[in-house]
């Protein structure tokens, strides 16, 4: 009966993220991850109670700048450097995102190294999120249609806003 529960919760659990509509881009996701840190849909994530919730940005400088989600902080990845959240509860809740999910699934793995407990990639991160027609903001606050892509051959993930790289 335990194994019956075990199989249906993840069952439940993979059928979120088969919500994504392109079938290449979810298949590119499933290949990419080494699945080392907990995914969250955005569906799930939409609905997680934003009383200690952390919300890094793992993306470079200048993709952050052109567009991320609210309430986001920036940590970056190439200089990436646990002072830049030192102030984070290990008992918070941590999401983090970056371009598709890699980059930000190896900084959650630093994060799980360093103890912390509930941390949790966005599956698909900004490029879903964006598709999915949620909004993502300047850092002045001000809502934009821009995300950054990274690339001309990664903007092709992208089906909804103004693509820049």
């Not at 290449?24 to 840190?37: C, E, G, I, W």
């Not at 009383?51 to 793992?58: A, K, M, Q, R, S």
């Not at 371009?99 to 490029?127: A, D, H, P, Q, W």
């Amino acid at each position: 009966m335990r194994i019956f529960c075990l199989l249906i919760l993840s069952l439940i659990s993979f059928s979120s993220y088969a919500q994504i509509q392109n079938p290449d881009f979810k298949n590119m996701l499933d290949s990419l991850y080494q699945h080392t840190v907990p995914l969250i849909s955005v569906e799930e994530f939409k609905k997680l109670d934003q009383e200690n919730l952390y919300i890094l940005d793992t993306r470079e400088s200048k993709e952050f700048n052109v567009s991320h989600l609210k309430q986001a902080r920036h940590v970056g990845y190439f200089w990436f450097d646990m002072r830049r959240i030192f102030d984070i509860p290990k008992d918070a809740t941590v999401v983090l995102y970056c371009s598709v999910g890699y980059r930000s699934e190896k900084i959650g793995e630093k994060l799980l190294s360093y103890g912390f407990k509930k941390v949790y990639n966005l599956y698909g991160s900004i490029f879903e999120w964006v598709n999915e027609g949620n909004p993502v903001y300047k850092s002045s606050g001000v809502q934009t249609s821009e995300i950054h892509t990274f690339n001309e051959d990664w903007s092709r993930w992208v089906t909804k806003g103004t693509k820049v790289y």
